[in-house]
């Protein structure tokens, strides 16, 4: 054979390859898949906070939510499988798919997947080089027709960093975009933190109003906590506990509407259950009253401290003005 006619041979054999691999792509080409029509798919997409500064063995996460319409069903075969190494660029990726949590939710007219995809780093260089989470092909079937179409997920490009610099580096050839500081979201700290002072405020303000003689809140400035506060301020002697005890007659009187002894007692008692519980305190009242008032004053009192005893009937009939179960007296009777 000729020079001329092995050229000639090598040509043609060329050409015939060239047709047969054009005649291959367009096969290819029609037998791909059908995109699904976008009015029947719903899809959120959550991708890594980062696009660059992963290193080998870094977990990147992708969170994906897809909704198809009815008729429309996904076919679960065609999910991402664990340990499948993509292609990038016709060559091994090194990023691994290493774990996919799949939830689903089916109502009347579609059906919801939350996809939670979790790929590894496998691969370094000694400079930093693209990578990609590929857009997978997700298989659809109309479950009315039996007709297959796909839908493929956006796929997430970002940049491989090495472990360590080689060489010189070219500071103007090597720079990125600023990629900010990760933050901690602390919104339900704050929430709980809200939720719990809140109630501490409430607790206090509770305890305030059970135990504060001060007269800035509701009922707070009523005869009892007032006659209280006067009382509490009143030094020890004869003439401030008979002022002391003229205090006491005066709200029992306010509160009751008129003057109140003994012989109406039972009558404010029953117009006023929440005084029940010291209707023995007062009745004791009564009688350190006459004793004050009325008998020989050289004779010493049944109450061993008067003042110490008003104080603490005071603080149990406020109670019950502000509608509070009283706490029990403590101390001599009168």
């Keep these: 054979m000729q020079p001329h006619d092995r ?20 096969s290819l080409a029609k037998n791909e898949l059908p995109t699904i029509d976008e009015q029947y ?13 992963y290193v080998i063995g870094d977990i990147l996460n992708r969170k994906i939510t897809l909704t198809i319409k009815k008729p429309y069903q996904l076919i679960i075969e065609s999910l991402p499988i664990v340990g499948y190494e993509h292609l990038y660029r016709g060559k091994k990726s090194g990023i691994e798919l290493v774990k996919i949590n799949t939830k689903i939710e089916k109502n009347s007219a579609s059906e919801t997947y939350a ?51 080689f060489g010189q580096v070219n500071l103007s050839q090597e720079m990125y975009p600023f990629t900010p500081p990760l933050t901690l979201d602390n919104d339900n700290v704050i929430f709980n933190l809200k939720v719990l002072a809140a109630a501490l405020a409430l607790a206090l303000l509770g305890l305030l109003y059970i135990f504060g003689a001060h007269a800035w809140l509701p009922k707070m400035g009523a005869p009892f906590a007032k006659a209280y506060r006067d009382i509490r301020k009143m030094s020890d002697s004869t003439e401030n506990l008979k002022q002391a005890v003229t205090r006491v007659h005066e709200s029992l009187n306010k509160t009751a509407k008129e003057s109140l002894f003994n012989h109406n007692l039972d009558a404010f008692i029953a117009r006023n259950a929440t005084f029940l519980p010291v209707k023995k305190e007062i009745e004791q009242f009564f009688g350190l009253s006459h004793q004050v008032f009325f008998e020989d004053s050289s004779q010493p009192l049944t109450t061993e401290d008067p003042k110490a005893w008003l104080l603490q009937l005071c603080r149990r009939l406020r109670d019950c003005e502000r ?9 001599a009777h009168a």
């Design 7 to 26: 050229i000639f041979s090598y040509v043609y054999q060329a050409l015939i390859a060239l047709c047969l691999i054009g005649f291959s792509q367009i």
């Design 41 to 53: 798919l719903n899809i959120e997409i959550s991708d890594p906070a980062r696009d660059a500064g």
């Design 115 to 165: 996809l939670d995809l979790s790929y590894q780093v496998f691969k370094t260089d000694r400079l930093v080089k693209p990578a990609a989470l590929r857009a997978e092909s997700l298989r659809i079937r109309n479950t009315s027709s039996k007709e297959v179409v796909q839908y493929k997920l956006p796929a997430f490009t970002f940049r491989i960093s090495p472990l360590s610099v």
């Design 323 to 331: 509608g509070l179960t009283p706490d029990p007296l403590q101390g």
